[in-house]
T-cell receptor
Framework: QQKVQQSPESLIVPEGGMASLNCTFSDRNSQYFWWYRQHSGEGPKALMSIFSNGDKKEGRFTAHLNKASLHVSLHIKDSQPSDSALYFCAVSANSGGSNAKLTFGKGTKLSVKS | EAAVTQSPRSKVAVTGGKVTLSCHQTNNHDYMYWYRQDTGHGLRLIHYSYVADSTEKGDIPDGYKASRPSQENFSLILELASLSQTAVYFC???????????FGHGTKLSVL
């Protein structure tokens, strides 16, 4: 069974600072990697995906994937108070049909202090 | 944006009672999921479905049943609710499992 672990559990960064969130997974066949964000009282919303080794940048957000080391990370540049939320890493090993399981980590709680 | 509607938004149930949580999507998505969220455990997959009239077990299916009578509707059934099933339950849908999930607002279930 896929195991997805996130660190740190919680993180405090100053407004304008850089936040770095980490995620490790156990299944070397994993193919699809997502970051989700959940604000208090709401359902999670997808932030970005990364499917290939290397970096992917979307605005202030950069995801990094290293399949060999079973590691994916999210870096938030110029953090804003509105970025304060619970961040989840989600991993899927297989594609389609009955294999379409998406496993989430326990999340990292990010607080951006102004 | 894709819409996923859960009902009820909150529910109080008695131990041993039957609880049905409903989820409706208007996105024409094939895949639907039920997750539960507990503090310290993140989101854990209970059941999922990739086609109407068929469901699959997730990582924590014990004590739960699922029903997918149509592409739009996916229900989670607790036949004998227990205290340990107190949690927030989220339904989600997606067109394909390599695409983003769209989540509902969640159902807060309290079993007393």
């Amino acid at each position: 069974q896929q195991k997805v672990q996130q660190s740190p559990e919680s993180l405090i960064v100053p407004e304008g600072g850089m936040a770095s969130l980490n995620c490790t997974f156990s299944d070397r066949n994993s193919q699809y990697f997502w970051w989700y964000r959940q604000h208090s009282g709401e359902g999670p919303k997808a932030l970005m995906s990364i499917f290939s080794n290397g970096d992917k940048k979307e605005g202030r957000f950069t995801a990094h994937l290293n399949k060999a080391s079973l590691h994916v990370s999210l870096h938030i540049k110029d953090s804003q108070p509105s970025d304060s939320a619970l961040y989840f890493c989600a991993v899927s090993a297989n594609s389609g049909g009955s294999n379409a399981k998406l496993t989430f980590g326990k999340g990292t709680k990010l607080s951006v202090k102004s | 944006e894709a819409a996923v509607t859960q009902s009820p938004r909150s529910k109080v149930a008695v131990t041993g009672g039957k609880v049905t949580l409903s989820c409706h999507q208007t996105n024409n998505h094939d895949y639907m999921y039920w997750y539960r969220q507990d503090t310290g455990h993140g989101l854990r997959l209970i059941h999922y479905s990739y086609v109407a009239d068929s469901t699959e077990k997730g990582d924590i299916p014990d004590g739960y049943k699922a029903s997918r009578p149509s592409q739009e509707n996916f229900s989670l059934i607790l036949e004998l609710a227990s205290l340990s099933q107190t949690a927030v339950y989220f339904c989600a849908s997606t067109r394909d499992n390599n695409e983003r999930l769209f989540f509902g607002h969640g159902t807060k279930l309290s079993v007393l």
